[in-house]
T-cell receptor, first 113, second 114 residues
Framework: DAGVIQSPRHEVTEMGQEVTLRCKPI?????LFWYRQTMMRGLELLIY????????DSGMPEDRFSAKMPNASFSTLKIQPSEPRDSAVYFC???????????FGPGTRLTVT | DAKTTQPTSMDCAEGRAANLPCNHS???????VYWYRQIHSQGPQYIIH???NNETNEMASLIITEDRKSSTLILPHATLRDTAVYYC???????????????FGQGTILTVHP
């Protein structure tokens, strides 16, 4: 299996622009997680899905952030409008049954200028 | 929710065993201990988890004390590629492995030197 796939790997955008991050989980996994990592706050869980349904979005920082999972093999995290403080590395992870044994993608490094 | 305490940093010589400690004195009876690591510029990587008994896989061994208040991750023959931040986590939420939210603390920076 190719593992969790994220795209793009790097994204540079200007403040106010819409940003869409994409994730393909490991085939057959039924949990999908979005995390954000910054130097100041470390690694934070933003939202997670089980069987394509959002279960807990309490970590989503504000309404500018939204996440969808239209099918079992694809998820998006959208930021609109983006702000410089959104600059971070965003990780997607997936897991099977045991949601604590998660497999992470390589991350998307987002820079908002 | 059980919190974990880890040393900020550790050093280890290449080829020697790296023993990374973790305290989780408030862990409850059905909560597991998970270990992850994050190599620079990569996503976190699952290593191992356990409940009571010692566990071993191809990456590491996990030793959990009888009172379950602490554990040690052992990398038997550390290599330079094992240099990473190691996280000891007790997932919060439902007991057991059905679902547990992973809260990543600061972890232990392990540096393996030649």
């Amino acid at each position: 299996d190719a593992g969790v796939i994220q795209s793009p790997r790097h994204e540079v955008t200007e403040m106010g622009q819409e940003v869409t991050l994409r994730c393909k989980p490991i085939s057959g996994h039924d949990y999908l997680f979005w995390y954000r990592q910054t130097m100041m706050r470390g690694l934070e869980l933003l939202i997670y899905f089980n069987n394509n349904v959002p279960i807990d979005d309490s970590g989503m920082p504000e309404d500018r952030f939204s996440a969808k999972m239209p099918n079992a093999s694809f998820s998006t995290l959208k930021i609109q409008p983006s702000e410089p403080r959104d600059s971070a590395v965003y990780f997607c992870a997936s897991s099977l049954l045991s949601a604590s044994e998660q497999y992470f993608g390589p991350g998307t490094r987002l820079t908002v200028t | 929710d059980a919190k974990t305490t880890q040393p900020t940093s550790m050093d280890c010589a290449e080829g020697r065993a790296a023993n990374l400690p973790c305290n989780h004195s408030t862990i409850s009876g059905n909560e597991y201990v998970y270990w992850y690591r994050q190599i620079h510029s990569q996503g976190p990587q699952y290593i191992i988890h356990g409940l009571k008994n010692n566990e071993t896989n191809e990456m590491a061994s996990l030793i959990i004390t009888e009172d379950r208040k602490s554990s040690t991750l052992i990398l038997p023959h550390a290599t330079l590629r094992d240099t990473a931040v190691y996280y000891c986590i007790v997932p919060t939420g439902a007991g057991g492995t059905s679902y547990g939210k992973l809260t990543f603390g600061q972890g232990t920076i392990l540096t393996v030197h030649p």
